[in-house]
């Protein structure tokens, strides 16, 4: 129910109904609660929260759905809650909200943060700009925290800087943007940090996560052990990727909008103030004698200056001397070595954090709102707890003093919210006594007599200054303030505390006493820089790192002394109060639950220290003061009008007269109660929880009559299905008889029917079958009859012809069988292929050896007629060679596989053959080597044979020249022999010019490939065939007479014919 979820958690969610209300009670409900995981309590609206230590599955988005747009306490206590409810005030009704979040370091402010504004983001509007505006805001926190954010030795990530931001709304309560302020950044941790604690977390993201290529350009080593910032330890955390975590952080600044050379510049800077804790000083003596420093590792000063794009001498000069100013003088003194190393460490210090204040302002930049429309503000502050350390310091004094005045503010916001609400629902106030620390604040800040002025007066002071001045002032001003003593104020009242030493002085703050030791006050709050190194850092050419140094500027040089850090952080913290002021506050006060670190552990020491100093009692017994309790009508009456007849089951007026009506008629004491106009107030918790007690017995008697009306209907119900069920049944039943019945005399019925019919069909069955055979008798009698008589009369004529007709039609039928048979039998396509089915009837031979015949004609054209042109053309020159000497002659059966190339000479591609292919004219067919046969003796001389579609040329090898040209139709005949040479006789007519010389004897290797061309080009140019001769002796015309050459075949193989004369009329050619 709503507005009661704080009752129905572990232990009590709401401290203002804890009943009794002691210290002790306190922590055992938040040990109660922290046990279970319940690690959020309320104070009214104010949040308690207190660090697991470990992930919670609390922070889902089904959770973040569970508390959008609810009431603050209608569910359990959550961070969530006082989002909503801060975001829903500053969307619905225009107010400027501040989310105050306080605690201690380890106590988990900085995650808070986080939640707070993950859920604010999570719950407003969408969209492209509204996404990119969502992701800037979110995207700011790892960078600071990788800048501002450090291991110390009770927490592994805490703040050493505080952070306020305003998130700027529209009126839809879409984020615009936002802007970032940050106060006192713990600069000295730069140089110096105690062991167990690390430095700021960007140095071990740097060298762990920095790919080899950056860390050269930055001339850094991977090795933490090696830079004298880092303690030279490499300390890791954890649970925590450092080398991960550079990658986010890269990625969050682009995300941010920094260009890739701002990120650069960034790593940069970085990288100098790393290695300026390793600059090493040495002491040398001056030739007036006094001491001096010089830089002994030059080899870092040169890198540093590479980065920064600087002399090395102007920063060596800036490093080791001093220039003052005196009377319009200028005075170079060299510093010691203690000296050096107190400017080496002022530099490294100004560095870093006005890099820190860059970043801030580059982020103020991408963040910033760029309309002018009226926006709503939610500022969200996550700045450092109270410390009480063994050893305090000036930031000790600083950080509580910021701390005073936010209790400050609470406790006045507070009391001033709680009047307010008394005021608006009419009710009486009751002033209400509480610890007004102003007294402490004025103690501080007073601007005549406070620590902070007194500690400037010193820093400005002409003479010898230091820390012992400074306290003697204080402890003559602040003599008999009773929240200040020191060991002279104490001496005075006869006091003896040997804890307070002679250099401290104590203050009594709200959270508790706090010893201060003055050592380094004047110095950390002068916090000055050698206006030498300042303008070297000016000088250089690296422009963030010149951007960062402005009062370096010769032109600019002022002599004024800058404003102290302490009055520095006074400024910041008037206006931040101003800030939260003017805005509705919310408040989430952090507690750390041990100093180990570890989960599921609650030190009940450490955390009642954490319950003192934030003054959670003081916050329950301001809420207590007048009333403990107050809710609106509607939701009270809904919760207990159980507890009244008239109120139960409904009320028909008005939510106040029920209200007063159901508590009228409870045994409740009216001074315990008060009617305001909107809510009722209840003075007591034990008011509060005698009601909870009433409703949780009334709740107990109603759901009895409720379990009990339950089971009578569930019976009568019951009752009512089984009699319905009953009726079906019966129904069914009776049914099922008579459908079964019905079946067995339909059964019946068709059983007799057909009986009946199959014997009528019997009858009707015999007496056709008696007539069918009477028919069939008549007519085969008739048929007979008409038979003998047809026979009778035409028997001399049917004999006569019957033999040759029954054998034509015997004749047909087997043939077509065959015919059809012969479809199934049908060889392969294969030319080749010359199987063919035998006949299976002798009358069938004949045509049977036909049918082959056609069919291989036929499947030789259909293999032509897919032959390309090429081939086609190559198959008609074979089958023209097997014509002219198939069977003839020995030599054809190893033309077969080789093909005709025709040119054997090469005429185109040889040059020397330039002239003889012109004579051929484009008309060439064949051209080989032979060898021409000498009538004379026998002998053979090479000759080259061109054969044109007109002549024959025989041409001499060496010349290239044509030596006899033979017309094609001179020649009369050709003579071969039958054997495997390549002999041959060009016979020419006698008539003809080349025929006077007589025939021609040649021998050729491709002689059958240059007879078929020449028989082919004969019949194409003459349209005459070419006679050829196959013999072994034949007649050959020489010019003056004949002789008879005689082909003899021997055994020995030879590569040539060999021709021997025999006598004048023989001549015997010996072939292999």
Known sequence: MEAMAVLDTIGVGDLVLLDPLTEDTVMQNLEKRFQHKEIYTYIGNVVISVNPYEPL???SEATVEEYKNCNFFAVKPHIFAIADDAYRSLRDQDKDQCVLITGESGAGKTEASKQVMSYVAAVCGKGEQVNRVKEQLLQSNPVLEAFGNAKTIRNDNSSRFGKYMDIEFDFKGDPLGGVISNYLLEKSRVVHHVKGERNFHIFYQLLSGGSDQLLKQLRLERDCGLYGYLNREAPSLQGVDDAANFRTVQDAMRAIGFSPSEITAVLEVTAVVLKLGNLQLGEQIQGSGTQSCEIQNDQVVREICQLIQLQEAALEQALCSRTVEAHQEKVVTCLSVSQGYYARDALAKNIYSRLFNWLVNRINESIKVKTTEQKKVMGVLDIYGFEIF??????????????EKLQQIFILLTLK?????????????TPVDFFDNTIICNLIEDGKGGILAMLDEECLRPGEVNETTFLDKLNHVFEKHKHYESRVTQNAKYIMDASLSANCFRIHHYAGKVTYNVAGFIE????????DLSQAMWKAKHELLHSLFPEGDPQKASLKRPPTAGSQFKTSVTTLMKNLYSKNPNYIRCIKPNDTKKPAVFTDAVVRAQVRYLGLLENVRVRRAGYAYRQVYEPCLDRYKMLCKETWPQWKGSPRDGVQALLSSLSIDPKELA??????????PSTLFYLEDQRQQRIGELAALIQATFRAWKCRKHYQQMRKSQIVISARFRGHVQKKKYVKIKMSVLLIQAYVRGWKSRRVLRELKEQKRRTQAATTISAHWKGYRTRKNYKKYFRSGASARIANFIYRSLAQKCLLGLKDKLPSMTVTDHAWPPSPYTFFTDSNQELKRI????????????????????????????????????????SLPQPFRGDYLGLKENPKYRKLQSTADGKLVMADNVSKVNRGDGKASPRLFLLTKSHIILADPKAAQPKTVITLSDIDSVSVSRF?????????????????????LLISNHLIELVTRLSQTLLEATRQKLKLQVADEFLVRFKQSSITVKVVETANQGTAPICKKKGNRRMEVLVH
């Open 390 to 403: 063994q050893d305090n310091s000036f930031e000790q004094f600083i950080i509580n003093y910021c701390n």
């Open 980 to 1000: 495997s040479d390549g002999l041959f006789v060009l016979h020419l007519r006698e008539t003809s010019t080349a025929g006077s010389k007589g025939d021609i």
């Open 524 to 531: 950390k709050n002068n916090d000055l820089l050698f206006r």
């Open 675 to 684: 009617y305001g106009l909107t809510k009722i107030f209840i003075r007591t």
């Open 855 to 894: 069919f291989h004609h036929w499947r030789c054209k259909r293999y032509r007629d897919q032959l390309p042109a090429q081939r086609k053309a190559a198959l008609q020159d074979k089958l023209c060679a097997s014509e002219l000497f198939r069977g003839k002659k020995s030599l054809y059966p190893k």
């Open 57 to 59: 599955p609390i922070y």
């Open 417 to 429: 919210e709680e009047q307010e609400e008394y005021i608006r629902e009419g009710i009486a106030w």
